[in-house]
């Protein structure tokens, strides 16, 4: 099993570009997250969604969109970057959405918004 | 609203010497999970441990251990004998019945 995957690693954006953010499970599992971490701070929840066609608001939500069209991706989009957003993005996945089973992180992606 | 304070912001430490990560949390509900996550330089996130509010027993797990109590509302987190591997940011995180909050994190230093 790959876990879960991202990509890209590493992206530039100038600032009022868009972008989609991939994540990828292979566990099958219903609950998919993503968060960002900034410098020095914990990681903060954007979206989740707890199955396919079902999404919703995190802490941060403002200025990302998701969509889960299937169990296994659940992409993040960015309408139009702002500096505010340069962060590193970690989607993960958990198989229930209580605090039986841990989250699975992806390697995390990058992203510097100028 | 749920909270975790990791106060310890940085430690540095010389090989084969203990250290122990503070980890204190905030909750109102009932029956809720800990966990701690390891993120080293090359900045994934590892899955370390979790406990249930209902179980108070420590664990041990190598040179890994972890002392939860409930009187206190604490979780923390001590790893024997200290190697340079170990140098990674730890994550203390809490889940009730609401989402994962996630401390802001302690950087560990092991020096050679």
């Known amino acids: 099993n790959a876990g879960v995957t991202q990509t890209p690693k590493f992206r530039i954006l100038k600032i009022g570009q868009s972008m989609t953010l991939q994540c990828t499970q292979d566990?099958?599992?219903?609950?998919m997250y993503w968060y960002r971490q900034d410098p020095g701070m914990g990681l903060k929840l954007i979206y989740y969604?707890?199955?396919?066609?079902?999404?919703d608001k995190g802490e941060v939500p403002n200025g990302y969109n998701v969509s889960r069209s299937t169990t296994e991706d659940f992409p993040l989009r960015l309408e139009l970057a702002a500096p505010s957003q340069t962060s590193v993005y970690f989607c993960?996945?958990?198989?229930?959405?209580?605090?039986?089973?841990?989250?699975?992180f992806g390697p995390g992606t990058r992203l510097t918004v100028l | 609203a749920q909270k975790v304070t990791q106060a310890q912001t940085e430690i540095s430490v010389v090989e084969k010497e203990d250290v122990t990560l503070d980890c204190v949390y905030e909750?109102?509900?009932?029956?809720?999970?800990l966990f701690w996550y390891k993120q080293p330089p090359s900045g994934e996130l590892v899955f370390l441990i979790r406990?249930?509010?209902?179980?108070?027993q420590n664990e041990i797990s190598g040179r890994y251990s972890w002392n939860f109590q409930k009187s206190t509302s604490s979780f923390n987190f001590t790893i024997t004998a200290s190697q340079v591997v170990d140098s990674a940011v730890y994550f203390c995180?809490?889940?009730?019945?609401?989402?994962?909050?996630f401390g802001k994190g302690t950087m560990l230093l092991v020096s050679p």
């Open positions: 993960a996945s958990s198989n229930t959405g209580t605090g039986n089973n841990e989250q699975f």
């Open positions: 566990m099958n599992h219903n609950y």
């Open positions: 969604s707890v199955g396919a066609g079902i999404t």
């Open positions: 909750t109102r509900d009932t029956t809720y999970y």
């Open positions: 406990r249930n509010s209902f179980d108070e």
């Open positions: 995180a809490l889940k009730g019945y609401s989402t994962l909050t």
